[in-house]
């Protein structure tokens, strides 16, 4: 048993502690609105389309901001302007706007009066500030140290050494090469008789590669050491079983540790199953070609 | 006892080594101006408003500047001035200067002779190079590695194992992950004996935990090895008592190394009181639901 | 033997595992097409005239999409177009376009139309975000930390101690200074007997040192416990040997950790030879000088 | 004895591995004239004075170069072109390139033919290009993680637990903190018996401290196992004995491993003195006061 930080309650619900997607199941509340969002944090978290959005509409919005502060100023202070309606003034003030905000300044549009110009010089700073932090924000998203690692999509239990072992496969998805990879395994389960929680780590074959180059089958082995043994399937899905799973690696472009977490629950399993080989050969100039997407593969044994 | 590099000295006046913040608690003086100020790190410790002003002011200040120069190379050397009165030519050229170093440009004000132009040019590269300073600095600030944690606003002496524990909780105030969380506690009090300041490690029942997804109570088993063993509160006051704390953790969002300090004096300590448990529920789909803000609450114990 | 993450296949062809320019020589298939590549990995990676064409090829074909949509919305909403011919019409646009982009504006050129107005002003947001990027990748580039080794391009097999060592060296290229240096060799070799390759670790007379201040010349004694032990070049050959080399580092400047791979084969063997020492001499100063490039030079010995 | 990548060899002049500002004394040769030059190193490790020149000649460089080409297409092919004279011409095309480079474009000249277009749209991309590096390497300056520290001047030889010990003080000269420092210190000198240099690690008394607030005495004890032991300074003076110094910390505002290092000389090292304290206080709020300066000031004591 060990200490993960997800505590002992046996809840009365299924729970999951780790999504697929490798983040941590927990919403913390009861902070104020603000206190537990980090902005930055979101920033270059969130999907392009999120960002995009938020990028769009700010810019939109900023624009309509400054044309109404340059409408309610006047428009007969910016030379250039289209005088013809209310509303060509307000889309003049508008390109104006846009104009003065990228820095672009074409100038066929251009402050007369002091009041104009204070405002322009403003905007054109405000411009470069929040393009100063797009520029970080860009540059913080694709920078972040990542590991893409594909899952097997099930844990196998597989006959292994005069007994059973608990199996499942990751590969590398990209062209960086991750290094002295580490994994981590721990399972939870309720316990019947306790009536908690419990964690347990589980040992491994072999704990650490130093290439991830093809793919890699974790292996435990469930001896009688094992908090898997003699448990079925059944048993594991009336525990509300979940293993946790952390592979530590270096990304070798960065030089820098990246972590990856999965999670396989009871119906993730598969007893008296085998995966199948991956496809790998040498080209004639002794390069490997592996096929990762087989990695899912498995066959399922005839009962022993 | 060990070396946290604090010296031995035992101070007349009250001292405390970490501030609530979590900074040091020392000034070091007797270097010149400008010796022990690193710009850039202030620049990035700074407060957001503070910042602002530096920005704001030196942005007022750098064109008031560069327009006193091109007055002073005159204003009948820029096209499109307003030389109406000395007023208006200053207020023109500040405007002009506004527009040359964000590299605005609408050129309704433009420099006509030689000596305008070459104060034009090198106004436009100092606004490049100052920008760049800026989009370093912003991405700097908001690139920081941080672990953001809430302390309880007491640490609790609780029974604990037929004896007493020192106890306190900590926990993630936001939504990144916090991992391989490690806590290192350390005692110092001045020793009535020796008159000297005396630094002891504190033993702690767990010291490292996997995920700091739901809160963390830290506990150091008041044994007779342990320093406190048999003191009550008003010998920690007399004897000038402080918890120093170092939680390091890994952020997941930088797979970077954070650091969180923090520390509690003798009127901090509450005797004979417990923790309440923190609310905590999985929802339908599995999540856990953690309420953070309970983590200061604590029961008094009627006297054992 | 140890897990490289190679597997054990033996493979019919001879095969390279890591290519001298450090590459892990493995391609991954069977993704969807873009699963496998991150673009900014390629972008930070590329060689410099690859970016050069990428950045200047979208450069011009971003110019001619916009000059296209502002050619489709009229010439006519534009002002200082020159109307003479299509042609020129367009070419006017084109370098509309190129002003808008990089947020140039001259603005002898200016949309007048609202739509021409909407369209340039989406242009030079396009523009600033595109130049976010550019300065991420470039950012990202040359801080990329780096361990830049230059390798004997043979490896010896010496006599040393009563035995022979198998022996090659690496000096540092660069003027930054690389500390805490380590050395892990592995050698992989097909087994006749299993038809299995299997994956050595070789013992080093000296594994980890200071400073890569000079050269350092990486010794495995051959002794009885050496995978090496009684074999000959043409066994080597024979069994499709590759040596297998990892260097860690500190880079000094970025104080990061770096890798550095580098392979030799059975061709790169030569028995019976000892390197000749590097010149290398102190100044009146007390500055060492040392020629690096003779790191390469050997002595043939006479038969033992 | 250990390894540090300096060699055996006994120079016959006096050598220094070490130069007092940390940089290692050793110059590589041999290679090709760009091959140990690493641009972006050069550009973030100048001095402020040498990276402004750099930027400033090659800011008045490109816009000659520019301005030439723009004359070579012809003064005629612009518009808002002071054409008195050919001088003026020249002139004119200068502002007009620094106008452009920058994306500053007033307007007041623009290109009209196409080929000036053409030249102009690539000077601004060259512009943006060139601005994203330097905004690269303004960045890479100030984020690069350091640990400025301050080192007695002397190394003592002081009375010590019935012997003698050897010591230096450190101190750290920044306000952002230092944590976990490490001290790793070797000695070298030249054998007299064998004609060799020898590397020898010197024990430490405490060799890391958690806080680097106040002042570090770092104390290697001189006893039968000291390489030190019966030597006195004119013996060392006569090997060449030079000391050198590695401290790694944790700077906590990057949350980043820094190094320092520094040496001492046989002309560095004063016997029978000894470190005076350092004035030392704490304020009426409790917070500790040290005047840094005092970290050189030392006793010397009378014959034992």
Redesign the interface.
Known sequence: M??????S?N???????INKDG?????????GLF????????L??ASRLHLFLV??SG?IGV?ILFAAIYYLIGAQNF?GVDMSTPYQQF?SL??FS???I???????I??VS?AA?VA??AE??L???S??????????R?????A?LLYSKNILITPYENAYGLMFRI???????L?E?EA?I?MTMNNPETNKREFYNLNLE?S???????S?TIVHPIDENSPLYQLNIKDLEERDVEILI?IKA?N????????SRYSYKAHDFVKNAKFKALK?????K?????????IHHFDVLEEM
């Open positions: 060990r200490e993960l930080g997800f505590g309650k809840y009365k619900n299924t729970v999951r502690f983040s941590v199941n927990v919403e913390r509340t009861g902070l206190d537990n969002v980090d902005i930055y944090h979101w270059i978290s990028i769009f810019y624009n030379g889309m508008f390109f846009a104009q003065t990228t820095t672009l300044g074409y100038g066929h251009y402050p002091n110009g322009a010089a054109s700073l411009g470069l500030l393009f100063a932090i797009a520029t970080g924000v860009l540059f913080g694709f920078s972040r140290p990542k893409d590969s590398n998805k990209k062209q960086y090469e290094i990879s981590n721990t072999i650490k590669i130093n290439y991830l180059a093809l890699w952390l270096i070798d472009t960065f030089s820098q540790a990246v972590y790998q050969e040498a080209t004639q002794g390069k490997l070609k592996i096929a990762v997407n087989d």
